[in-house]
């Protein structure tokens, strides 16, 4: 890695949480990732979710069939995880390498989440196969017991469900993903080293006040939901402490502007068009660049037990304004709009190049 006033450059990065979803939107969210990642983890939340192995494949060749010719981009494929899936997919799935992980959502905690597990108990044989198989769970650590108040949904999960799961099966390799909580910090920092946590530009950048600025901003509205500030300070250390537990995971999750603004908006914020520079920012408020290339490059393949990539990009110390809209063409003339994180503010770092 390299630091001047002017220029970073790093180790190309990796995206280890990303929703690209499908058609129109695919088409136009996948450059802006592939631009400056070599990889990312996929989510699997379409509508219908990817639950065969025939789904994944031809997800995967969807998103193949957009990623610009110039781009060297490789989409890591996962599978979702519901009542009912049989250990014997996992197994060929992994074996096969079609799967790099599975998913695993609380059965309505957060977008097309409603075929998710309705109750963890009841697929412990399901997890003795992912224990054995060496298959990583990643996990969507919200309970959804109504009477949990929203911004609870985190650390009663992790009391509730991880805990006990991690007693249970201590050799599963888990992410805990998008943390949010200086709960869910403590009880990374304190698992041993199958236990990783990714984290958000977002959940660095702006804490719950943010959603409630002279009105309802659903542009900030993500699940799991922004917390109070004191979470907010403490994700910032975990994130630019150097402690190989904590990694980049961008969790950027496009919704067209019609589905933010509805009566009932849906959660997710779209970070992808300046996400390593969005962490840039934290990293140099926080006195830690050096850091940077550790958290976006090296804990999370470290996790996950695959090669560093060679390549390296390069940010320039420029000032940008983030366009307020992020267009997604329907046809040549028609377009709707998805709203990008910072939008209308100022970055001070700007991505220059990837070399492989
Ligand atoms: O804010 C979120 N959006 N959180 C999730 O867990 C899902 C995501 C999405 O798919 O929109
Ligand atoms: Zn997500």
């Given at each position: ?8 450059s790093l180790?190309?990065?990796d995206?280890?949480?990303l929703?690209?979803?499908d058609g129109g939107v695919l ?11 070599r ?5 699997p939340n379409l509508?219908?979710?990817?639950t065969?192995?025939?789904?994944v494949?031809d ?10 010719k110039?781009l060297?981009?490789?989409p890591?494929m996962t ?8 250990p014997?997919i996992?197994?060929?799935g ?9 998913k695993?959502?609380?059965?309505n ?9 309705s ?6 044989s399901t997890f ?7 298959l990583?769970?990643l996990?969507?650590?919200e309970?959804?017991?109504?009477d ?8 009663v ?5 991880l ?6 099966f201590?050799n599963?390799r ?14 990374v920092?304190?698992s041993?080293s199958?236990?990783?946590a ?22 900030f509205?993500?699940l ?11 994700l910032?250390?975990?994130a630019?402490s ?8 961008t969790d950027s ?12 908006g849906?959660?997710g914020?779209?970070n ?9 920012q934290?990293?140099e ?14 804990f999370?393949?470290?996790f996950?037990?695959?090669p560093?990539?060679k390549?390296?990009?390069s940010?320039?110390r ?7 809209k992020?267009?997604?063409?329907k046809?040549?003339?028609?377009f709707?709009y ?10 001070n ?5 990837t070399?492989?």
């Amino acid at each position: 890695m390299q630091i001047s006033q002017e220029k970073i450059s790093l180790r190309q990065p990796d995206d280890w949480h990303l929703h690209l979803r499908d058609g129109g939107v695919l088409k136009a969210v996948v450059a802006p990732t592939a631009r400056v990642f070599r990889r990312a983890v996929v989510m699997p939340n379409l509508q219908p979710p990817i639950t065969s192995l025939q789904d994944v494949v031809d997800y995967r060749k969807r998103i193949e069939s957009v990623i610009p010719k110039e781009l060297a981009f490789t989409p890591l494929m996962t599978l979702y995880l519901t009542d009912n899936l049989s250990p014997e997919i996992l197994k060929e799935g992994y074996s096969e390498g079609i799967i790099f992980a599975v998913k695993l959502y609380p059965a309505n905690s957060t977008t097309n989440s409603a075929s998710g597990v309705s109750d963890l108990e009841n697929i412990y044989s399901t997890f003795e196969t992912i224990e054995e198989i060496g298959l990583p769970l990643l996990i969507h650590g919200e309970v959804t017991d109504p009477d949990v108040d929203v911004f609870d949904r985190e650390a009663v999960f992790i009391d509730r469900h991880l805990d006990p799961l991690l007693q249970r099966f201590p050799n599963i390799r888990v992410v805990l993903e998008h943390i949010t909580t200086d709960n869910a910090v403590q009880y990374v920092q304190s698992s041993n080293s199958k236990l990783g946590a990714t984290i958000t530009p977002h959940h660095l950048h702006i804490n719950r006040n943010a959603m409630f600025l002279n009105g309802f901003r659903s542009d900030f509205y993500c699940l799991p939901v922004v917390k109070r500030e004191h979470h907010r300070i403490s994700l910032r250390r975990a994130a630019t402490s150097g402690q190989p537990c904590f990694f980049l995971g961008t969790d950027s999750a496009p919704h067209l502007r019609g589905f933010k603004e509805s009566a009932c908006g849906c959660a997710g914020i779209f970070n992808a068009l300046n996400a390593i520079e969005s962490y840039a920012q934290v990293f140099e408020e926080e006195g830690a660049l050096d850091r940077l290339e550790a958290f976006s490059s090296e804990f999370g393949p470290a996790f996950y037990g695959v090669p560093f990539n060679k390549g390296t990009i390069s940010m320039v110390r420029s000032s940008q304004t983030v366009p307020e809209k992020f267009n997604v063409y329907k046809t040549e003339n028609e377009f709707e709009y998805v709203v990008p994180f910072h939008a209308g503010e100022q970055l001070n770092w700007c991505f220059e190049s990837t070399s492989y």
